[in-house]
C-alpha cells in the first residue's frame, strides 16, 4: 500500500496538462482531472517567471486553479505541472523574519534551509476534540485590564473587534510584547505593505522580534495568496506547538481572509449569500480557528487572538457575527472612546473573556463585577450628567460611581509590569480608597 502511494505521488509531481482556459486570478487546466486534488499545487513556466495557484475546482474533463499572482504572459496551450500538496517547511530559521504566502523569507533567499526540515501541510485537521488539554492559566498580559477583566488563558482564542483608525495594531504590537510566549507568530493578511515594514520594525520591540515570526500577503496580492498566507501562518503556529512551545498566534484581519475566501467560493462557482459571502465561510472561518487553541498532553498550546474589522463599528456585520460565536471571548474597540484620547480604546462592558469566571479566584471575581455594575451604573447617569440634570446627594450608588469613573477609566490605559495579582491589588484600591 505504501509503495503504491509513493508510486501516485511521483507521477504527481511529473503530470503535466494544458491550459484551456485564462480569466483573472484563474485558469482553467485540461488533462489532469483525473489525478488532481484539491489544494493540489499547479505551476506554470512564463516569460515573466513562474506562476504558482492552487487547484480550487475538479470536473470531469478541467481543473479550475485559482492563481497566487496575476500574468499577462499566461497563454491557452500553455504546459501546467501539478507541482505538489500544499505544503511549508517552518523552523527556528523563520524567526525574526518575513515569510510570503509561500514560505519565502521575504529578501534573504539566501538564508540556508536546514537540512532535514519536515515539511507541513497547510491544510490539517486540529488535535482530536477528546484529547485536548482545556484552557491553561491566566496570561500576563502587560495591561491591567487584560490582567484582570478581560483575562487571557493559555489556549483561549480571542477576537479583536475594531474599525480602522482605533489604535489595532498598536494594541496588538503591545500584546505581541506583553504576553507569555515562547514563540509568536503574526499574521499580516490583506494589510498595506508599508504598514507590514511599519509594523516589523517599529510597534514590534527587537527583543519580541527576535522570538517572532510575520508571515505576510499585502492588499494588491490576489485573494489565493491572501487565504494561503493565513494557512502558512496557521501552520508555522502548529509547528512550535508541536515541538512543545507555547505559541501566541496574533492574526490581522479574519476580515481580509474571509473576504479573500469569498471572492475565491465565488469564482469557484459558489452561491453567494448574506452580503455576497457564501455559505462556506463560516465552516471555513471555525476550521481555521479551531487549528489554534490547547494541543495534546505532549504538545504546547496556541494561545490565538484574530483582528476582526468592523465597518462603522457595526457588530452585527456578517463576518463579525460569524466571528463572535466561534472564539473564546472578544474585546471591542470604540470609536468612540478612541476619540477621547483614551488608549487601548477598549469598550470594557461590550468585551467578554469566556475564561471567566473560572480564570478567577471567588475574590477577584467580585471585584470584576463591581467594576462592571459601577462603570454601567456611571453610563446610565451620563446622559443627565452632560444634561446638567443630575443632583448630587439624592443617590448615593450614583455619586459614588461619577467619583469613582475617572480612576476606573483611566485604569484601562495601565500598564502592568508586574504580577496578575498586583492588578487586581491596584483594581481593589480604586475601588475601595482609604
Keep these: 500500500m505504501l509503495q503504491s502511494a509513493q508510486i501516485q505521488a511521483d507521477r504527481l509531481f511529473s503530470l503535466w496538462g494544458t491550459v484551456t482556459d485564462v480569466a483573472p486570478g484563474l485558469i482553467r487546466i485540461a488533462g489532469i482531472s483525473h489525478v488532481a486534488g484539491l489544494g493540489n499545487e499547479v505551476r506554470l513556466m512564463t516569460s515573466e517567471g513562474p506562476v504558482h495557484g492552487e487547484i480550487l475546482s475538479i470536473a470531469d474533463e478541467r481543473v479550475t486553479a485559482l492563481l497566487f499572482r496575476d500574468s499577462d504572459a499566461i497563454r491557452i496551450g500553455d504546459r501546467v505541472e501539478i507541482d505538489q500538496d500544499a505544503r511549508v517547511k517552518p523552523g527556528d530559521h523563520w524567526l525574526g523574519r518575513i515569510v510570503n504566502y509561500r514560505g519565502e523569507i521575504a529578501g534573504n533567499a539566501s538564508i540556508p534551509e536546514p537540512a532535514g526540515?519536515?515539511?507541513?501541510?497547510?491544510?490539517?485537521?486540529?488535535?482530536?476534540?477528546?484529547?485536548?488539554?482545556?484552557?491553561?492559566?491566566?496570561?500576563?498580559?502587560?495591561?491591567?485590564?487584560?490582567?484582570?477583566m478581560l483575562p487571557v488563558s493559555r489556549g483561549q482564542r480571542l477576537g479583536l473587534f475594531a474599525g480602522s483608525g482605533?489604535?489595532?495594531?498598536?494594541?496588538?504590537?503591545?500584546?505581541?510584547?506583553?504576553?507569555?510566549?515562547?514563540?509568536?507568530?503574526?499574521?499580516?493578511?490583506?494589510?498595506?505593505?508599508?504598514?507590514?515594514?511599519?509594523?516589523?520594525?517599529?510597534?514590534?520591540?527587537?527583543?519580541?522580534?527576535?522570538?517572532?515570526?510575520?508571515?505576510?500577503?499585502?492588499?494588491?496580492?490576489?485573494?489565493?495568496?491572501?487565504?494561503?498566507?493565513?494557512?502558512?501562518?496557521?501552520?508555522?503556529?502548529?509547528?512550535?506547538?508541536?515541538?512543545?512551545?507555547?505559541?501566541?498566534?496574533?492574526?490581522?484581519?479574519?476580515?481580509?481572509?474571509?473576504?479573500?475566501?469569498?471572492?475565491?467560493?465565488?469564482?469557484?462557482?459558489?452561491?453567494?449569500?448574506?452580503?455576497?459571502?457564501?455559505?462556506?465561510?463560516?465552516?471555513?472561518?471555525?476550521?481555521?480557528?479551531?487549528?489554534?487553541?490547547?494541543?495534546?498532553d505532549n504538545q504546547g498550546d496556541i494561545t490565538a487572538i484574530f483582528s476582526v474589522l468592523v465597518a462603522g463599528s457595526d457588530m452585527e456585520e456578517p463576518v463579525a457575527d460569524m466571528v463572535r460565536g466561534i472564539l473564546d471571548g472578544h474585546f471591542i474597540l470604540s470609536r468612540n472612546i478612541a476619540e477621547r484620547g483614551r488608549y487601548p480604546a477598549i469598550d470594557v462592558l461590550r468585551s467578554?473573556?469566556?475564561?471567566?469566571?473560572?480564570?478567577?479566584?471567588?475574590?477577584?471575581?467580585?471585584?470584576?463585577?463591581?467594576?462592571?455594575?459601577?462603570?454601567?451604573?456611571?453610563?446610565?447617569?451620563?446622559?443627565?450628567?452632560?444634561?446638567?440634570?443630575?443632583?448630587?446627594?439624592?443617590?448615593?450608588?450614583?455619586?459614588?460611581?461619577?467619583?469613582?469613573?475617572?480612576?476606573?477609566?483611566?485604569?484601562?490605559?495601565?500598564?502592568?509590569?508586574?504580577?496578575?495579582?498586583?492588578?487586581f491589588e491596584q483594581l481593589r484600591k480604586l475601588l475601595h480608597p482609604e
Design 117 to 148: 526540515l519536515p515539511s507541513r501541510r497547510l491544510h490539517a485537521a486540529p488535535p482530536a476534540s477528546q484529547a485536548r488539554k482545556g484552557l491553561g492559566d491566566r496570561l500576563n498580559t502587560g495591561w491591567m485590564i487584560t490582567d484582570t
Design 166 to 296: 482605533v489604535g489595532k495594531s498598536t494594541f496588538l504590537g503591545s500584546l505581541a510584547d506583553g504576553i507569555e510566549a515562547d514563540r509568536v507568530v503574526i499574521a499580516l493578511v490583506g494589510e498595506r505593505s508599508r504598514e507590514v515594514n511599519e509594523f516589523v520594525t517599529r510597534t514590534l520591540p527587537a527583543e519580541t522580534l527576535a522570538r517572532t515570526v510575520v508571515v505576510a500577503a499585502t492588499a494588491s496580492e490576489p485573494p489565493g495568496a491572501k487565504k494561503r498566507a493565513a494557512y502558512c501562518a496557521m501552520a508555522t503556529a502548529e509547528h512550535f506547538r508541536d515541538e512543545g512551545h507555547q505559541v501566541l498566534l496574533l492574526f490581522d484581519s479574519i476580515t481580509r481572509f474571509a473576504e479573500a475566501h469569498r471572492e475565491t467560493a465565488l469564482m469557484a462557482g459558489e452561491a453567494p449569500a448574506l452580503n455576497a459571502f457564501p455559505p462556506s465561510t463560516v465552516r471555513t472561518i471555525a476550521e481555521l480557528a479551531e487549528r489554534a487553541g490547547p494541543g495534546t
Design 352 to 423: 467578554v473573556s469566556r475564561s471567566l469566571p473560572a480564570a478567577a479566584t471567588h475574590e477577584e471575581n467580585e471585584l470584576i463585577r463591581e467594576y462592571r455594575r459601577t462603570v454601567a451604573l456611571y453610563e446610565e447617569i451620563a446622559p443627565m450628567l452632560r444634561a446638567n440634570l443630575y443632583e448630587k446627594g439624592h443617590d448615593a450608588a450614583g455619586d459614588r460611581a461619577i467619583d469613582l469613573f475617572p480612576h476606573l477609566d483611566g485604569y484601562v490605559s495601565m500598564r502592568n509590569p508586574e504580577a496578575i495579582s498586583a492588578a
